[in-house]
């Protein structure tokens, strides 16, 4: 049994002219003790995607699913009062950003203490005790000074860190780490990757990282599930997906890495991902899509299982799109 089992979600939010269909369909599985990456550009459905897991969308969100399951339970099914019992227990998240996502108004302390008061009935002793354990384990130096710290006398790295420590305090199950090295320098990001690792190692709890860097999924994840506008379009072990991508999506996203580029000027992939007003009737990505054809203009493309999972009328095999009119052309 998956730790998290996702089927057919479905994230909607009301707007003044209609709904606007953020997730469309998105399925998955985490298991544990294992690294899931959810790759994408801004706009592509990943952290919404999650926050439905977590239950905090707003009330404006309309989320269904055929079936949202943590640790063989219907998380749809739960009441409130259920729900907060596992989300910041079993189920942890850090933000994407550190700044915004920590309340100014308190010091560190206590807000690194408060979920081990609510979900450990901790007193207050063993409550100091922990946090410092927490900031030590996440590398922070000089971790009794850092808890009467308010989070703007800490730099943004520091910040991070304390913001993972404030996920797996609890030891939790499943992590999601929501762009967890956004605006931070290179250096840094290694630094909060690796920690990342070493505590889902140690502890052996599900890692989902949502990421649009194909390079921290390189270094990081065992399986990837690729998005766009709102769909999963890709899923395959790490290894494959970076050998041989059966999405052009997925190939566009691959070759647009410097590494990877064999021109003066990078590739990159024309347009933007699709919004509330101008989604396309067949398949989301055929407006910027080299192998696009009028098929693909009007028909919504079937999932081709074979080829791990890809959406697509022509998917890629080897780089060839499989059964396209113009048989020469390739990624």
């Not at 994230?11 to 985490?30: I, N, P, Q, Y």
């Not at 730099?155 to 420590?165: E, F, L, P, T």
């Not at 140690?202 to 270094?219: Q, R």
Request: net charge positive; aromatic share 4%; with cysteine.
């Amino acid at each position: 049994m998956s730790l998290l089992d996702i089927q057919n979600l479905t994230v909607e939010f009301k707007t003044a002219s209609g709904w606007f269909r953020a997730v469309d369909g998105v399925s998955l599985k985490v298991d544990s003790r294992e690294v899931l990456a959810i790759v994408g550009e801004s706009g592509s459905g990943k952290s919404v995607s999650m926050l439905a897991v977590m239950g905090l969308l707003p009330w404006a969100a309309k989320v269904t699913a055929d079936r949202m399951q943590f640790a063989g339970r219907e998380l749809l099914a739960m009441s409130k009062r259920e729900r907060r019992q596992i989300i910041g227990k079993d189920i942890a998240m850090i933000f994407q950003e550190p700044m915004s996502s920590l309340n100014p108004c308190f010091k560190v302390g206590y807000q690194l203490t408060e979920a081990l008061k609510t979900h450990l009935n901790m007193d207050r002793a063993k409550r100091r005790e922990r946090a410092i354990e927490l900031l030590r384990l996440v590398g922070i130096p000089a971790p009794e000074t850092r808890l009467n710290s308010f989070p703007h006398q800490l730099s943004g790295g520091m910040n991070q860190r304390v913001m993972i420590a404030m996920a797996i305090a609890c030891n939790p199950k499943l992590l999601i780490a929501d762009e967890p090295t956004t605006a931070l320098d290179v250096t840094i990001q290694a630094q909060i990757l690796d920690l990342l690792l070493k505590v889902q190692r140690d502890t052996g709890m599900g890692l989902v990282l949502i990421t649009h860097s194909m390079g921290v999924v390189a270094e990081t994840a065992e399986r990837v599930s690729v998005q766009y506008a709102g769909q999963k379009v890709e899923e395959q072990p790490v290894r494959g997906l970076f050998r041989d991508p059966h999405h052009p999506y997925t190939a566009a996203l691959l070759a647009a890495l410097p590494e990877r580029a064999h021109m003066k000027r990078l590739p990159s992939i024309p347009g933007v991902v699709p919004g509330q007003f101008d989604r396309p009737i067949g398949c989301l990505f055929s407006p910027r899509c080299t192998f696009a054809t009028d098929l693909c203009r009007t028909e919504v493309p079937p999932q081709q299982k074979e080829l791990g999972d890809a959406l697509c009328h022509y998917p890629l095999k080897n780089g060839v799109a499989l059964g396209h009119p113009g048989k020469e052309k390739a990624a």
